[in-house]
T-cell receptor, first 116, second 112 residues
Framework: GAVVSQHPSWVICKSGTSVKIECRSLDFQATTMFWYRQFPKQSLMLMATSNEGSKATYEQGVEKDKFLINHASLTLSTLTVTSAHPEDSSFYICSAFWGNPGTAEYFGPGTRLTVT | QKEVEQNSGPLSVPEGAIASLNCTYS??????FFWYRQYSGKSPELIMFIYSNGDKEDGRFTAQLNKASQYVSLLIRDSQPSDSATYLCAGRVGGGSEKLVFGKGTKLTVNP
């Protein structure tokens, strides 16, 4: 399957600081990348859809000014959690997709964020 | 609202048995369906996808799709303890959207 990487794999930050998470598709060009959040023992929650060169589309209830998404190229999307608070502590996972409706999303390994 | 429903489980089977995971979906416009496996603390891993009615086999896994009944299933033959995980069913919504709608997952335990 296709390879998607995320960096960092885990991060601890202090409340009020910002954290940037990178998502890269390593062996294909991703027309679309998705960002998910998952709290312990809960299902995946889609945060936003990111298309290269255009603004991200956020799901209802997700603050676009808090979760800044940039999809600068067909292989890189970044999620910046601004002014992080303890309630933002979660497992953030990106996935990448290259546009054929029959093709799957491939997930990155995830980034575990802990805000102290 | 477009939904994917899964048996919440948990499902427990003995090693070597067939595990059957089921999923229904509400959006008749959904064209393609995916099964992911998620180990605790890890991200989802694609097992199979299917978009034609009928069965699709890959090794010990068989996905089944019945569009008339809006039903998708995953069979795991000769279940192994390493198959113990949460299995997520997902459908790509219709209408040109690229988003996947995920079920809440079924936790499978294979007992040695």
């Amino acid at each position: 399957g296709a390879v998607v990487s995320q960096h960092p794999s885990w991060v601890i930050c202090k409340s009020g600081t910002s954290v940037k998470i990178e998502c890269r598709s390593l062996d294909f060009q991703a027309t679309t990348m998705f960002w998910y959040r998952q709290f312990p023992k809960q299902s995946l929650m889609l945060m936003a859809t990111s298309n290269e060169g255009s603004k991200a589309t956020y799901e209802q209830g997700v603050e676009k000014d808090k979760f800044l998404i940039n999809h600068a190229s067909l292989t890189l999307s970044t999620l910046t959690v601004t002014s992080a608070h303890p309630e933002d502590s979660s497992f953030y996972i990106c996935s990448a997709f290259w546009g054929n409706p029959g093709t799957a999303e491939y997930f990155g390994p995830g980034t575990r964020l802990t805000v102290t | 609202q477009k939904e994917v429903e899964q048996n919440s489980g948990p499902l427990s089977v003995p090693e070597g048995a067939i595990a059957s995971l089921n999923c229904t979906y509400s959006d008749r416009g959904s064209q393609s369906f995916f099964w992911y496996r998620q180990y605790s603390g890890k991200s989802p891993e694609l097992i199979m996808f299917i978009y034609s009615n009928g069965d699709k086999e890959d090794g010990r896994f068989t996905a089944q799709l019945n569009k008339a009944s809006q039903y998708v299933s995953l069979l795991i033959r000769d279940s192994q303890p390493s198959d113990s995980a949460t299995y997520l069913c997902a459908g790509r919504v219709g209408g040109g959207s690229e988003k996947l709608v995920f079920g809440k997952g079924t936790k499978l335990t294979v007992n040695p």
